[in-house]
């Protein structure tokens, strides 16, 4: 090992060893390290939830975990909001038990396979494909399948969620579609 590579792992490391969590940024050209820093009292709330806590080991650039809200209605469970400057945000979910499908077909889907999760799951985009419907429900929505591991269910949902069940009215615009699968595929179990 090169002093530069021993200096560059240490770098890496430190983050750890101060309990953050890492995340890798991918901008196209390099990979860097960076760190999501979470309030001591919300490390504390995600802890008590003796639950599977999976959060993306990616977010894009600009983004940053700003809340965390512990659900209790329905079974105990999480959601963990990302946004940036210019009010694109996203949540990362974590429920005992699922709320069900939204049942509409929307007008995208992108296959996902996760390392954590396997195959057989989709990001779904866009407005219903039923015209109908579309008059009904005309904003575009983004959400992955629940995603099963042990007694819990994960996925990434968008803007309209976020406004809708989470009561956060400053979601304005989702990620993209190909932005929101890699979230998905870096999901990592952080127990």
Do not use: H
Not at 6 to 23: D, N
Not at 94 to 118: H, Q, V
Not at 129 to 135: P, T, V
Request: net charge negative.
């Amino acid at each position: 090992m090169t002093l530069e590579t021993a200096i560059m792992t240490i770098k890496f490391l430190w983050p750890l060893v101060l309990g953050l969590s890492i995340v890798i940024i991918d901008n196209g050209q390099y990979l860097r390290a960076e760190t999501v820093t979470l309030k001591e009292s919300q490390r504390q709330q995600l802890r008590s939830l003796d639950a599977k806590i999976i959060l993306p080991n990616y977010i894009p650039p600009g983004f940053q975990a700003s809340e965390i809200k512990i659900l209790t209605e329905e079974g105990k469970g999480y959601a963990v909001l990302f946004e940036n400057a210019e009010n694109s945000c996203f949540l990362v979910e974590g429920i005992e038990n699922t709320r069900g499908d939204d049942g509409l077909e929307l007008e995208g889907t992108l296959a996902l396979n996760s390392p954590l999760f396997g195959e057989g799951y989709w990001l779904n985009y866009g407005t219903p494909k039923n015209s109908e419907l579309r008059q009904q429900f005309p904003e575009p929505d983004l959400y992955s399948d629940w995603m099963k591991m042990g007694e819990y269910f994960y996925r990434l949902s968008g803007a309209l969620i976020a406004r809708e069940e989470y009561d956060y009215p400053n979601c304005r615009q989702d990620i993209s579609p190909s932005e929101a699968v890699k979230i998905i595929e870096s999901f990592g179990d952080n127990n």
